[in-house]
């Protein structure tokens, strides 16, 4: 790209900070932890199970349960050990689950960062003239935490997100709010997150440019019916 728009819709986890990507590697990660208590079951055997169960729990959860992430948490880990249990393997207490659930969240806490280059990259954007907003679902306390604590305040003409305006995406009034805040049309805005639902489909149904991250290389699923406009891996290829 050769022209940059006058505005841009940004993502925040997993666009700016890597926040919640690769859920497998955390979830072996904070089981190897409790490796003792889970025995004879191994720590693979039960992510394993957790990262099943959370695909299936996420796949149909009611937006509330973006709002109420710990606690979604303590549902995921229970669903996975009792799944487990259905199989036949060893029943494992609600009390490891929980503590399970609670170190999750905070293992994510503390491996957060933002990614390479990110802060320069929306700055140089800012410095060129694009009016930037950050569009972020999520409760507002956690969410409003981490625009503080990774200095996001400044770099946006307009922080939006999902817990203090009452509505998230893929709801179109999430983009079409922002849209208003920045005083700009869909076919002057570009999307950008790494979420095929929420920052391509439905923007694109708006008549926005949308850009997916794809942070880790992966790639589009295989058979995606989503078709992002454009596809990058860190926020520095918006540059010109």
């Known amino acids: 790209m050769t022209q940059l728009p006058a505005a841009m819709l940004?993502?925040?986890d997993d666009t700016i900070l890597s926040a919640y990507g690769?859920?497998?590697?955390?979830?072996?990660?904070?089981?190897?932890?409790?490796?003792?208590?889970?025995?004879?079951?191994?720590?693979?055997?039960?992510?394993?199970?957790?990262?099943?169960?959370?695909?299936?729990?996420?796949?149909?959860a009611q937006p509330e349960w973006r709002l109420k992430l710990a606690q979604a948490r303590h549902e995921v880990v229970r669903g996975g050990f009792s799944a487990l249990a259905a199989a036949g393997q060893?029943?494992?207490?609600?009390?490891?689950?929980a503590r399970i659930a609670d170190r999750y969240t905070a293992y994510r806490d503390?491996?957060?960062?933002?990614?390479?280059?990110?802060?320069?990259a929306i700055d140089e954007l800012k410095a060129q003239g694009v009016k930037l907003a950050l569009v972020t679902n999520g409760a507002a306390g956690l969410q409003r935490a981490k625009v503080e604590?990774?200095?996001?305040?400044?770099?946006?003409?307009?922080?939006?997100?999902?817990?203090?305006?009452?509505?998230g995406k893929p709801d179109e009034r999430a983009y079409q709010h922002a849209m208003q805040a920045l005083g700009v049309t869909a076919p002057e805005t570009w999307m950008i997150g790494d979420n095929l639902e929420w920052e391509v489909e439905v923007p694109q149904r708006l008549g926005i440019y949308a850009i997916?991250?794809?942070?880790?290389?992966?790639?589009?699923?295989?058979g995606s019916p989503v078709k992002p406009d454009r596809i990058i891996r860190s926020l520095s290829e918006l540059l010109p």
Not at 90 to 97: D, F, G, N, P, R
Not at 110 to 120: L, N, R, T
Not at 149 to 167: N, P, V, W
């Open 110 to 120: 503390e491996q957060m960062f933002v990614f390479p280059g990110a802060h320069d």
């Open 212 to 222: 997916w991250m794809d942070a880790h290389g992966e790639g589009l699923p295989p």
């Open 149 to 167: 604590r990774f200095a996001l305040t400044h770099r946006f003409d307009h922080i939006q997100i999902e817990g203090e305006h009452g509505f």
């Open 10 to 12: 940004i993502d925040m």
């Open 22 to 60: 690769r859920p497998d590697i955390a979830w072996n990660s904070v089981a190897a932890e409790f490796a003792g208590e889970l025995a004879p079951l191994s720590p693979q055997q039960v992510a394993t199970a957790i990262v099943e169960y959370a695909r299936q729990f996420w796949a149909v």
């Open 90 to 97: 060893t029943a494992l207490s609600m009390q490891i689950a």
